[in-house]
């Protein structure tokens, strides 16, 4: 029997609540009917299957500390850091409660998978010039949210990335962290810059051999159209150039593209949705399912195929996250909630909310959840990233517009920087200049689709973002 958490809460509280049940994650029958058919159903994804699943050793997650920015660091604290030794921060055995679940879970949520640089270097966050010039989000507080110090052998402080803090962690303006919000630190640019610092080592060759086997990653060899087999012809300045369009926000993550990278999904009211990822590639069914996705996304991705074709890795990963981490990760992740929104809803908002209602919004953005949940194939949108990619299905999920005050980019690229970028009619003439991603080659293009409120007059367009504001 599976147990919602709101009625797990209140059995606690009452005093009668079960044993806590841990979901298998890798149940077979569930793998098999997790995802979406493909486009073309001949390459729908297949799945690792479960016995060799569970023969992957289980991650350990050490205790973790925070990263300050250079000049906010306190008195001592790397010399204290060395002089702790490692402890472990993740056991399941001690969680007897739902809240201690759900700490564990933002333990999980801000554990390093990887302790190699992929966006920035231990040397780079204590550059105050590097933090300058990458526009690095700071916390009030002083610190760095996006990655974390680990101690995994006394007198050795390791800088750990990776883990989900680092692309879903949002500084907003008042120096306060959502976690679970899309991140608005810019990733890719700052790989950018270690490609370029790497071609200095290495020198240019080495470098553009390693980034081009990477870039493979992103290939679907068995599409007869792949925006992706461009970056087997690019340069190593065409590949520095193409990570320093992809701005805060926007992201070459596992599974998608470095040509068509996606907004990040926010993962704030997660719950609710129906689908998981733009293209609605996974079902979600239940917690489980949460579970399932992000054991893929983190781990797991590398040993799918398609059709006949091989898998990315021919080995397993090192390690795999536990069935109780990621059930521990779901749970926070559901007890996510929006951070205050600073948006009063004033007499534009009402006129907004009336203008919402008169041109039939909430048909697709439905209230109060301001999505249907429902998918879309062809409003005038770019098809390439739901036919050109690993998570091709030929759809795309109907986003919510709850808290989108604080989500931009805006768009399943993120090309338009914000809510008036989005309603400006101007975006869909191809010598458009994006305000949010550009594209790879930063070339002018339009931002085709979605012509819902276009015509509205400034004035209408200002009410109705003002309405939006305030979900």
Wanted: glycine share 8%; proline share 9%; hydrophobic share 35%.
């Amino acid at each position: 029997m599976r147990i919602d958490l709101h009625i797990l809460l209140a059995l606690y509280a009452l005093g009668t609540a079960p044993a806590q049940e841990v979901p298998r994650t890798w149940n077979q029958p569930d793998i098999d009917t997790l995802e979406l058919p493909a486009a073309n159903s001949a390459f729908s994804q297949i799945h690792l299957d479960e016995r060799a699943y569970y023969r992957i050793p289980e991650r350990t997650i050490y205790r973790s500390y925070p990263v300050y920015a250079p000049g906010r660091e306190p008195a001592g604290y790397r010399e204290s850091l060395e002089a702790r030794e490692p402890e472990i921060a993740f056991d399941a055995a001690r969680l007897t409660t739902p809240q201690q679940w759900i700490d564990a879970g933002e333990v999980v949520f801000n554990a390093a998978t990887s302790f190699n640089p992929v966006f920035f270097s231990a040397e780079n966050l204590h550059d105050p010039e590097f933090v300058r010039q990458n526009e690095m989000p700071v916390s009030k507080d002083g610190v760095i949210p996006f990655a974390r110090w680990v101690i995994r052998r006394k007198g050795v402080v390791e800088l750990g990335s990776m883990g989900c803090n680092t692309c879903h962690t949002r500084v907003l303006p008042d120096g306060t962290v959502a976690q679970g919000a899309p991140g608005n630190n810019p990733n890719d640019r700052q790989g950018a810059l270690l490609l370029a610092a790497s071609a200095k080592i290495l020198g240019a060759d080495k470098a553009l051999a390693r980034v081009r086997a990477f870039a493979r990653q992103f290939q679907s060899p068995w599409l007869p159209t792949d925006s992706n087999r461009l970056t087997d012809t690019m340069s190593l300045d065409e590949f520095i150039e193409a990570g320093r369009q992809i701005p805060a926000g926007v992201t070459a993550r596992a599974n998608t593209s470095m040509i068509l990278p996606p907004q990040i999904p926010d993962l704030i009211g997660v719950r609710e949705r129906k689908y998981l990822d733009h293209t609605a590639i996974v079902r979600q069914r239940g917690i489980a399912d949460l579970m399932r996705y992000s054991s893929l996304a983190q781990d797991l991705f590398s040993q799918d195929r398609y059709g006949a074709n091989p898998p990315l890795s021919a080995k397993p990963p090192a390690v795999r996250y536990s069935d109780p981490q990621l059930y521990a990760l779901a749970l926070y992740l559901y007890s996510l909630r929006p951070p205050r929104n600073p948006n009063p809803f004033d007499a534009a908002a009402a006129r907004g909310r009336l203008l919402f209602k008169r041109e039939k919004c909430g048909e697709c953005h439905t209230p109060p959840l301001y999505t249907n949940n429902g998918l879309i194939k062809d409003i005038g949108l770019d098809l390439r990233y739901t036919l050109e990619s690993h998570k091709s299905t030929g759809y795309y999920k109907i986003p919510s517009l709850k808290g989108v005050w604080y989500r931009g980019p805006l768009g399943h690229h993120g090309s338009a920087a914000t809510l008036a970028d989005w309603f400006d009619p101007a975006r869909l003439a191809p010598d458009y200049v994006p305000t949010g991603f550009k594209g790879y080659d930063g070339k002018t293009r339009g931002i085709p689709g979605h012509p819902f409120g276009l015509t509205l007059s400034l004035s209408q367009r200002t009410d109705l973002i003002a309405f939006l504001n305030t979900l």
